[in-house]
């Protein structure tokens, strides 16, 4: 069964440093999303993507924060200048119905 | 905030037993679905009912949603040891070009066994 991949699985870098976490959506899907998880917190929605812009994001993505979709498979979460707060778990999930997103199993990004 | 809130944050049960975990929302919905994460780990889809519906089962799960009160339940029956994680109920409404997910903040099921 087709699923969500992302790399890294865990990412550890100083603040201040730029940081590119990777997602592979399921192939025929057309909306891509990011979303953050703080360590024992709920899950928060940071953007949506489809037809190659952004069409939703929230208020925790920041001019620090930027997607891109590279090419046909890659879907990029850019943070500028991290910060200890950025850290966290990713999650990218991709859809291609009106309901279920299909996420994958995170990056878990570390700030020090 | 069309934000899920579940209760209890945190449930203990002994292996066996029926596990209930509840969300309430604020706004309309399309669909509500239930996720499961294990520590540290992904999201794992559970089930999904839409908002036209007011019951679903698989396997031992059993959802209810109720649009009036803006709330839905998960159950669990005979819960076993690895039954053990958090799970989120994700709210989702319709959007132009977007469907809107937003998250609760999650009950740990924690079972004993």
């Known amino acids: 069964e087709p699923e969500v991949t992302q790399t890294p699985s865990h990412q550890v870098t100083q603040m201040g440093q730029e940081v590119i976490l990777r997602c592979v959506p399921i192939s025929n899907h057309l909306y891509f999303y990011w979303y953050r998880q703080i360590l024992g917190q709920k899950v928060e929605f940071l953007v949506s993507?489809?037809?190659?812009?952004?069409?939703?994001k929230s208020e925790i993505f920041d001019d620090q924060f930027s997607v891109e979709r590279p090419d046909g498979s890659n879907f990029t979460l850019k943070i500028r200048s991290t910060k200890l707060e950025d850290s966290a778990m990713y999650f990218c999930?991709?859809?291609?119905?009106?309901?279920?997103?299909?996420f994958g199993p995170g990056t878990r990004l570390t700030v020090l | 905030s069309q934000q899920g809130e579940e209760d209890p944050q945190a449930l203990s049960i002994q292996e066996g037993e029926n596990a209930t975990m509840n969300c309430s929302y604020k706004t309309s919905i399309n669909n509500l679905q239930w996720y499961r994460q294990n520590s540290g780990r992904g999201l794992v889809h559970l089930i999904l009912?839409?908002?036209?519906?007011r019951e679903k089962h698989s396997g031992r799960l059993r959802v209810t949603l109720d649009t009036s009160k803006k709330s839905s339940s998960l159950l669990i029956t005979a819960s076993r040891a690895a039954d053990t994680a958090s799970y989120f109920c994700?709210?989702?409404?319709?959007?132009?070009?977007?469907?809107?997910?937003?998250f609760g903040a999650g009950t740990r099921l924690t079972v004993k066994p």
């Open positions: 999930a991709s859809r291609v119905g009106p309901d279920t997103q299909y």
């Open positions: 009912i839409r908002s036209n519906e």
């Open positions: 993507f489809y037809n190659n812009e952004i069409s939703e």
């Open positions: 994700a709210t989702v409404r319709w959007g132009y070009n977007n469907n809107d997910m937003r």
